[in-house]
């Protein structure tokens, strides 16, 4: 980090999860300086990556809310990036389930909420089409709505992405650079961490579940962030025939709720619960979490919790006291706040990117669009895609991508490499792990993860 204090950046964006990086990318497609800020040391490692993988089209958001707005644009901006960028999804659609009268009651109430907030095609279904969409569920059901567009996406890749795009079109990105003070000096702002500093005359807080404390440090006292934990058990890939389609609960105006989902790697899902904490460094999966999940999995798909467990885990949304974004402009101080983004960041990314350049370009901040922007594809790392141990071609050209590395998930030598080579590169194997889902099947590293030490021992010693 020598340098950087000489340097005064147009934008510092702080924090690189799926709303930071998305910012950033928009904003490298101007003729401006701008810089990432992110305190691990990989973008993507926070809320952004550890949730249930769902693109949602906002059908249930509370309508005239800017989630709702939001979501509905990011949606169809989503439908054109994913392809772009190569970013694993698929469009399997969601069955919500009534399995008691009060929810089968409620459901007129959620078709109505979705087509006020622009999701015409979600329409109510017949305890006999349920069943026809999804045999393997339990037996007790009353009825159900069918909500086509919602998907299941690669929430390692989109991030990743959004960041090698921004980094072509000259965007910076610090890492490990943990904020400890902002302060305004007459013509730009100091961020400092540990005795390195950045100067740039504008910032953007997109810190997640820090966002209140970076607020904070520009003066507001609004709003409160209380992380909420969500747990969440995966299934192994032989469960994938029990679940077609993403079997959503009833939402209430505190969470979701529990939902049974394929993943983009082949697995099922169950989850998430939602608990509020304290602490915001508390990832941890709990005995009660776990017990309330497998409950609630016994209700919906019992055959289920016959199957092998492959992981658990626990992802913190960055929930505020208010129930919508705590999205500010402050023109007058050089600051946009972007906090109290929860769960849904991942599908309303793009659309809250749009916003804030929309803003700013009211603000006549940006000026032209370069010429010659530049995007990328990432690796093809969900289960559908034809992977490189499956290419002859990329094998012919590099026998690396033959040779197997992580058996479970078939990644191979030639993937991990890559990783180093990246436009934000893996420096650690946590960092490879996301951009190649390595040691995330059966064995969870078992046999593959000392490989990989050395492999990433070998590439820093060179």
């Known amino acids: 980090m020598l340098g950087l204090s000489e340097k005064i950046y147009d934008f510092a964006v702080i924090g690189a999860g799926v709303v930071g990086t998305a910012i950033t990318r928009e904003l490298s497609h101007y003729h401006k300086n701008v810089v990432l800020i992110e305190a691990e040391n990989d973008i993507g490692t926070g809320t952004s990556k550890a949730n249930t993988s769902i693109w949602h089209t906002g059908y249930d958001a509370k309508p005239g809310t800017l989630e709702a707005q939001l979501l509905t644009r990011s949606y169809e901006l989503l439908k054109d990036y994913v392809e772009l960028a190569g970013i694993p999804n698929e469009r399997l659609g969601a069955v919500l389930v009534a399995w008691n009268e009060d929810q089968f009651n409620a459901l007129p109430q959620i078709v109505e909420k979705a087509h006020r907030n622009g999701v015409t095609d979600v329409e109510q279904i017949s305890v006999e089409k349920v069943y026809e969409l999804e045999p393997g569920i339990n037996k007790n059901a009353l009825g159900g709505i069918i909500v086509p567009g919602e998907s299941i996406i690669c929430t390692y890749s989109l991030p990743l992405a959004m960041g090698y795009d921004a980094v072509l079109n000259d965007a910076e990105i610090i890492r490990g650079f943990r904020v400890d003070t902002i302060d305004k000096q ?133 929930a505020t006291e208010h129930s919508d974004y705590q999205l500010f402009f402050h023109p007058e101080q050089n600051y946009i706040c972007v906090g109290g983004i929860r769960s849904t960041g991942v599908s309303s990314c793009l659309g809250i990117a749009e916003y804030v350049r929309n803003h700013l370009n009211e603000l006549n901040m940006l000026g032209p669009v370069k010429q010659d922007i530049k995007s990328c594809k990432v690796p093809k790392i969900g289960e559908h895609n034809i992977r490189p141990y499956q290419d002859a071609e990329m094998i012919k050209k590099d026998p690396d991508f033959g040779r197997i590395i992580c058996h479970c998930e078939r990644v191979t030598l030639g993937e991990i490499k890559e990783t180093f080579n990246a436009p934000v590169p893996a420096v650690d194997f946590e960092g490879i792990k996301r951009r190649t889902r390595c040691s995330q099947g059966r064995c969870q590293g078992f046999h593959c993860q000392a490989d990989i030490y050395s492999i990433l021992e070998n590439y820093n010693k060179n």
């Open 186 to 318: 007459e013509d730009f702002y100091s961020i400092k961490s540990n005795g390195n500093e950045i100067k740039s005359k504008y910032v953007i807080n997109c810190a997640g579940l820090f966002s209140d404390k970076i607020d904070n440090m520009l003066g507001h006292q609004r709003f409160t962030v209380t992380p909420r934990r969500g747990e969440l058990i995966v299934f192994d890939k032989l469960a994938s025939s029990l679940v077609n389609h993403i079997l959503l609960p009833i939402p209430t105006s505190i969470t979701k709720g529990v939902l049974v989902s394929p993943t983009v790697f082949g697995n099922i899902m169950l989850g998430p619960t939602a608990e509020d904490l304290d602490d915001k460094t508390n990832k941890g999966t709990s005995e009660q979490g776990i017990e309330s999940l497998w409950a609630k999995g016994e209700q919906i798909v019992s055959p289920l919790l016959k199957e092998q467990v492959t992981a658990t885990y626990a992802g913190l949304r960055a």
